[in-house]
């Protein structure tokens, strides 16, 4: 190594011997070190204006052959200004940088910033020391650290062909001028810090105000983060991937100036959501920063992953940071950020990221807020709507089910509703049914309860949710029927139950091609409870009516007995008009066992009842239709006349008489226990 004269600022002994300047020469050199600190003290944004006076200064003042300026920076060497070359010889200098700092070089001799080097007898390590140009006759070397606060920010190189001609005075001035070149970096740092300071906060107004203008839309303000960031970070490109625990894979959701080659990685379904997958995944499940200097000295590209292929081979992505969004203790997110040189980045650029990944969140949950909160409106709105056409339709329950379904159309998206209900025969039967596939519906009722898929919500108490039945092979058959060929794509279908006091009554059921999630089940758990609350209402309105009628019509029957004491004909055609109010049918009769022992025809109502009882005379109750009842003193259901029991002849003679089925109804009239007579309905 030459021999190096290591000087501290404040003695010299073993430096170049002083020669006095002539009054000229120091006039000239304060007015030039003059100038140049009027412009370090103003400076702003432009170091390289100041840097240029300063290497032409100490090259002209000093006489040395070259002069450079040059910047340490993370372990490596960046060329700033340099005098003293020819066009090609400078521009081949300017291309061996940047270069990292050499094991012995100069540049590590001045780690520590407080040395001058003064070497007087240049050897050949010295002359192949990588910061001096090749191309020039070099006997003597001086190099001044520029320090600023307590780091080593770079130096200024000085080259003699002639050592003799380093004077003193010149390593006084270069230091003097080291002391301006660290005064304009500060200020130019300074004025930078404060642009970015001032950058940063108007970026985080912006966001802010994205924020605030879209409640409903998180888009616009993932969009403004990932631009924001690539900007303010200077890189590469930005991007925001979404997911959180359980899902299968994380998507992009925002990105900027994002290659489309590394797009399609998360469209092929390259990034799974697993713990040591891919970065993105490790720093959203472990909900931890991860800043990589290097990504070409991962284990992924080590190991030839083929999305490390891509994005570094193929687009010279080096430096990357990935930071993750955190939502209630949960990853949710991830920003991502990369250049294509290893510079790794800064503390204050981390927690800038960090800062724009937690204002994304906040603009996540401001949206689900929303949404949430609006979908509560939607289905309070619903559900008042509902409420109210229960109120007014009390007797009829079609336009309640026509409201369900509109609500079910508006929260659920459904095209399909079904009511069904149970009957004493635990049969399924549907009452009402809203969409495209009536036919195909109606057919498949009346169906055991046990056998159809409302059974099972029935049996559990619970929705019962068939997924994608088209192309889920588990799923019920009788559902595939009925989609198959008809359903363009795939079908789910929900079925909720439907019970009052403990008694299932039926169920509720809606379609569509998606299927429901756990917030859409429950919002139709309510409407089937709504659509209970219509049935019975609908149930005790008519039992109400039925039983006031009832109650009418005996109060009506009683009041013709009590005027008509001699003559029963007038009351046995009120209960016949009576019967007919009450009880949907066709013809009545009424017959009455008179002292003689013999059937009378009391009254008849219905053209049927007139040909059969035509020429009526009273016979023996044992030939009559009434005879089976009168003996036994119960009532007595024929539904269907032609295959009457034997003891029902008579019965079957009249439907062969009318060339017709029909089904029959009798009711013994009885008085103390005993047959009087006979109510006949067909």
Known sequence: MAKAKKTSRLARADSPEP?????????????????????????????????RDIVRTAREFSGARFCSLLQYEDGRIVHRVSRGLAAAALKNYRETFPMPVAKKSLAEQLADGSTTLVIDRVTVRVRRDPVLPRDVPIDGVLVVPIVTGATVWGAIHLAWSDPARMRAADVALVENLAVQAAIVIDKVASH???EILKAREAASEDILEAINKNHADEQPVLDL??????????????????????DSHTRLAAHHKLPAEIRRLWSDGKYPLERGTSLVAD???????????????????????????????????????????????????????????????????????????????????????FQETREALDQQKASADILSVISRSVEDTQPVFEKILDGCKALLHSDHLAVMLVDEDDLLHLNAYVGPMLDVISGAFPAPVKKTPAGLSIRTSKVAHFKNIVSDPKAPRGLKRLVEGRIEGDFSAAYAPMFWE????????????????????????????????????SRMFRETREALEQQTATAEVLEVISNSVEDAKPVYEK???????????????????????????????GSSGTVITENYQPMPVEKTVVHSVVKSGEVEHLPNAREAPPEHAVVQRMAEKLQTNFGCLMTPILWKGQAVGCLLYT
């Open 19 to 51: 020669e006095q300047l002539s009054p000229e020469d120091v006039g000239a050199r304060f007015a030039a070190v003059t100038a140049i600190s009027h412009l370090a003290q103003n400076a702003t944004d432009d170091a390289e204006t100041v840097f």
């Open 192 to 194: 930078r810090d404060l």
């Open 225 to 246: 983060i990932v631009k924001l960031a690539r900007d303010l970070c200077g890189a590469y490109f930005a991007g925001l991937a979404m997911g959180t625990k359980g």
């Open 283 to 369: 720093a959203i499940l472990e909900c931890k920063v991860r800043s990589v200097e290097d990504m070409a000295e991962t284990a992924f590209h080590r190991r030839g992953d083929e999305r490390f292929d891509i994005i570094v081979n193929k687009h010279g992505v080096r430096s990357n940071l990935f930071v993750p969004l955190i939502s209630d203790g949960v990853g949710i997110g991830c920003l991502m950020l990369a250049r294509r040189e290893v510079h790794p980045y800064t503390p204050d650029q981390v927690a800038l990221i960090e800062s724009f990944a937690n204002k994304a969140v906040i603009a996540i949950n401001n949206r689900r807020l």
């Open 502 to 537: 403990g008694k299932a009554i039926g169920a509720l059921g809606i379609g569509r091609s998606d299927p429901f999630d756990d917030k859409e089940l429950s919002i139709f758990q309510g409407f089937a409870d709504q659509a209970v609350i219509a049935i019975e209402n």
């Open 575 to 605: 209960i016949l008009d009576s019967c007919q109010h009450l009880i949907p049918c066709d013809d009545l009769c009424v017959f009455t066992i008179e002292a003689d022992n013999l059937a009378h025809l009391g009254a008849v109502r």
